[in-house]
């Protein structure tokens, strides 16, 4: 079945490390997103990505890092830098229409990252 | 900047009971807006959409309301049942500049169906 895959589901991390998170869709969709959520808060965007080799930074962008090397994966680091990466982090895709982009976001399943 | 909100954080309804969850936005330039359902450790799924030129849109058990005067939509849900027990977010499209593609979130309502 076609879907978004997030890996790892749970992560922990000491402080100072960098953590990669993993990102993959067979759905041949040319956007993908990352997105951050807090307890109690809404999705916040990290960066987006509309089309392989190039990337965005979202809202929150300030100590994370990601690539697009191909259409069907976009991995996210945290580094060292995130003063507070603790949250839910959740991929997504859609198919870019354009300048109006009015697709639907398919989300993963979220990881969990957790820095002690 | 531009941002989407909701009036009500928590909603509780017996089951049965329809329910509205509403929604303000402030960007009068979006023209798409979708509500997502996510429930506990999941990623949001998909519920219904709206675009700016409509009023209304039904789905099964779902409707959406838009109200572009007061930068208002909400969203109905009948006969609300527990496994519709979820958080609901809003969500519109920025189709303004390089940003388009982008969806912006509002903090989102917890709905709790008591059987």
């Given at each position: 079945d076609g879907g978004i895959t997030q890996s790892p589901k749970y992560l922990f991390r000491k402080e100072g490390q960098n953590v990669t998170l993993s990102c993959e869709q067979n759905l041949n969709h040319d956007a993908m997103y990352w997105y951050r959520q807090d307890p109690g808060q809404?999705?916040?965007?990290?960066?987006?990505?509309?089309?392989?080799?190039d990337f965005q930074k979202g809202d929150i962008a300030e100590g994370y890092s990601v690539s697009r090397e191909k259409k069907e994966s976009f991995p996210l680091t945290v580094t060292s830098a995130q003063k507070n990466p603790t949250a839910f982090y959740l991929c997504a895709s859609s198919i870019?229409?354009?300048?109006?982009?009015?697709?639907?976001?398919?989300?993963?399943?979220?990881?969990?990252l957790t820095v002690l | 900047g531009e941002s989407v909100g909701l009036?009500?954080?928590?909603?509780?309804?017996q089951e049965g009971d329809n329910s509205i969850i509403n929604c303000a936005y402030s960007n009068s330039a979006s023209d798409y807006f979708i509500w997502y359902k996510q429930e506990s450790g999941k990623g949001p799924q998909f519920i219904i959409?709206?675009?700016?030129?409509?009023?209304?849109?039904?789905?099964?058990?779902?409707?959406?309301?838009?109200?572009?005067?007061?930068?208002?939509?909400?969203?109905?849900?009948?006969a609300t049942q527990?496994?519709?027990?979820?958080?609901?977010?809003?969500?519109?499209i920025d189709v303004s500049g390089t940003s388009y593609g982008k969806l912006t979130f509002g903090q989102g309502t917890i709905l709790t169906v008591h059987p």
């Open positions: 809404g999705l916040r965007l990290i960066y987006y990505s509309q089309i392989v080799n870019f229409q354009g300048i109006t982009n009015t697709g639907e976001l398919f989300f993963g399943e979220g990881s969990r | 009036h009500l954080p928590t909603l509780s309804v959409d709206i675009r700016s030129n409509m009023d209304k849109r039904q789905g099964q058990r779902v409707t959406v309301l838009l109200n572009k005067t007061v930068k208002h939509l909400s969203l109905q849900i009948a527990p496994g519709d027990s979820a958080v609901y977010f809003c969500a519109e």
